[in-house]
């Protein structure tokens, strides 16, 4: 059984610029969940998806934005890019949501932004 | 003070020690995760608690609800075992928010 994959796995950017993540969570998983790592202030929650719908979200301004297709592949962007930014940008896919079942992480994505 | 505290944020073991991770939250919550990440690594998930307590190998998660209190022993440790032990919390009066403890790393000497 095919793990989550994150896409891509390390990118460089610019300040004021955009970027899109990708997630493709299990097969059969509804929920997939975003969160950004960092040194400084360790892993934060971003949002939850599940079945399309933003179910949960963390305490994250409006450049960070995310969406859920019809077959579960998540994306999550992030508009006006700062340096603060650069992070680990991970997400999980669950069967149940992050408040019912366990949860698999993928490997991530490693954004530095210049 | 943060909402959710792990202790001890730093560990060394020799192994074959029992192990024990605290963490505590000042809210109330749904669920807890306790999460692993080796350097370089993912994560994995070790245990999703609602209640009570639960075992996986060598790993034992335990929840205490009224304490607001939760605890991950380890067993018989091994250096394998050396990563860093989060745990993480749902929140439900917050929109159902996810917070994270800042970590225990545990290192486990041969």
């Known amino acids: 059984k095919a793990g989550v994959t994150q896409t891509p796995r390390y990118l460089i950017k610019t300040r004021g610029q955009q970027v899109t993540l990708s997630c493709s969570p299990i097969?059969?998983?509804?929920?997939v969940s975003w969160y950004q790592q960092t040194p400084g202030q360790g892993l934060q929650f971003l949002f939850e998806?599940?079945?399309?719908?933003?179910?949960n979200k963390g305490n994250f301004p409006g450049r960070f934005s995310g969406r859920q297709f019809s077959n579960s592949r998540s994306e999550m962007n992030v508009s006006t890019l700062e340096l603060g930014d650069s992070a680990l940008y991970l997400c999980?896919?669950?069967?149940?949501?992050?408040?019912?079942?366990?949860?698999?992480f993928g490997e991530g994505s490693r954004l530095t932004v210049l | 003070k943060n909402e959710v505290e792990q202790s001890p944020q730093n560990l060394t073991a020799q192994e074959g020690e029992f192990i024990t991770i605290n963490c505590s939250y000042s809210?109330?919550?749904?669920?807890l995760h306790w999460l692993q990440q080796h350097p370089g690594g993912g994560i994995v998930s070790l245990f999703m608690?609602?209640?009570g307590k639960k075992k996986h190998g060598r790993l034992i998660a335990t929840i205490n609800i009224q304490e607001k209190h939760s605890s991950l022993h380890i067993t018989a440790s091994h250096p394998r075992d050396s990563a860093v032990y989060i745990c993480?919390?749902?929140?439900?009066?917050?929109?159902?928010?996810?917070?994270f403890g800042q970590g225990t790393e545990l290192s486990v000497k041969p």
């Open positions: 993480a919390v749902l929140i439900y009066n917050q929109g159902g928010k996810l917070i």
């Open positions: 999980a896919s669950s069967l149940q949501g992050i408040e019912a079942g366990e949860l698999f």
């Open positions: 809210v109330g919550i749904s669920a």
């Open positions: 097969s059969g998983h509804r929920s």
């Open positions: 608690l609602s209640s």
């Open positions: 998806y599940f079945s399309e719908t933003q179910r």
